[in-house]
């Protein structure tokens, strides 16, 4: 048991306390003033760095956001250990800490960390860039893409749904990107009574297609007969539009076609149905006559 402290060696360590705070408090005060400012300092550095490679135009904007974050997170990582020298901790031993810490924090973020990886990946391989719509069927992800993260990549649907994707499910998977290629394939079908001229329907529909600005420098249409039976025939329009004008003429092509039949009028080739058509990737047969690697002019 501790003997009772006397009033003499009460004021002798008060006086030890006393002038050991006032010789710490300048280095204490030195160090928050370091935290403080170089606090300020990242954010305003992360600001101007995103502002001038917005101007800059030479960075792709899929990347800059990653840029920003971790130039900011490296300020603030020297700012913490130049502050805690200030204070006399022992930054070297430190930094062993952090990174036996680190370690174990590795192990036990496993799934986090697979994240980070995908998203490196998909930073260094660019399957996609900030605008394009994608989809990752396995996992029923899908949306046009906003910003790809270390961790995560954000997207947004088209009724306005934000979707927050973990990396690895993206990376992962079978990816779709539709914005990819330029030009894309739309194919629609139409029937037509059974004693129609199938040479003058050809016409209407490969001079409607022809004609339109839009499709200038594409592979010419390609009309053809799917198929016969007594009540009808069923003619096929397949064309490859831009992706710019895709979903302009997609809504437009159906009405389009209608007028055109109906200002030719032939009572031979009133127009009975039409349907607008997805080819399957697995059965590409009758569009072989198209090639794929057709860019606009």
Not at 16 to 22: A, Q, S
Not at 44 to 73: C, E, F, K, N, Q
């Amino acid at each position: 048991m501790n003997p009772t402290l006397t009033p003499h060696q009460i004021n002798t360590y008060a006086t030890i306390l006393w002038t050991r705070t006032i010789a710490f408090l300048p280095d204490l005060i030195t160090a928050v003033l370091i935290v403080v400012v170089g606090w300020a300092l990242a954010a305003w550095v992360a600001r101007s760095v995103g502002r001038i490679l917005d101007r800059s135009g030479r960075v792709d904007v899929t990347i800059r956001p990653v840029i920003v974050t971790a130039l900011r997170y490296s300020i603030l990582l020297l700012v913490l250990i130049v502050g805690l020298a200030q204070v006399g901790v022992q930054t070297a031993s430190l930094l062993a800490v952090l990174g036996a810490a680190g370690l174990a924090i590795g192990l036990a973020l496993q799934g986090t960390l697979t994240n980070i990886a995908a998203g490196i990946m998909l930073l260094w391989l660019r399957p996609f860039r900030v605008g394009d719509h994608i989809e990752v069927p396995s996992n029923n992800i899908s949306g046009t893409v906003h910003e790809i993260g270390l961790f995560i990549s954000l997207l947004e649907t088209v009724d306005g749904i934000r979707v927050i994707a973990p990396n690895s499910a993206i990376w992962n998977a079978t990816l779709r990107n539709h914005r990819q290629s330029p030009v894309r394939l739309l194919s629609y079908s139409l029937t037509l009574p059974a004693g129609a001229d199938l040479g003058k329907a050809r016409d209407l529909l490969l001079k409607m297609v022809e004609s339109d600005p839009r499709l200038a420098g594409i592979d010419p249409p390609l009309v053809f007969a799917e198929s016969f039976a007594p009540g009808g025939i069923v003619l096929n329009c397949s064309f490859r539009a831009p992706w710019g004008n895709l979903g302009e003429i997609q809504r437009e092509m159906i009405e389009a076609t209608r007028r055109q039949f109906e200002a030719a009028g032939d009572a031979a080739l009133a127009l009975q149905q039409m349907t607008r058509t997805i080819p399957v990737d697995a059965d590409p047969s009758r569009f072989l006559t198209m090639s794929p690697r057709t860019r606009p002019a």
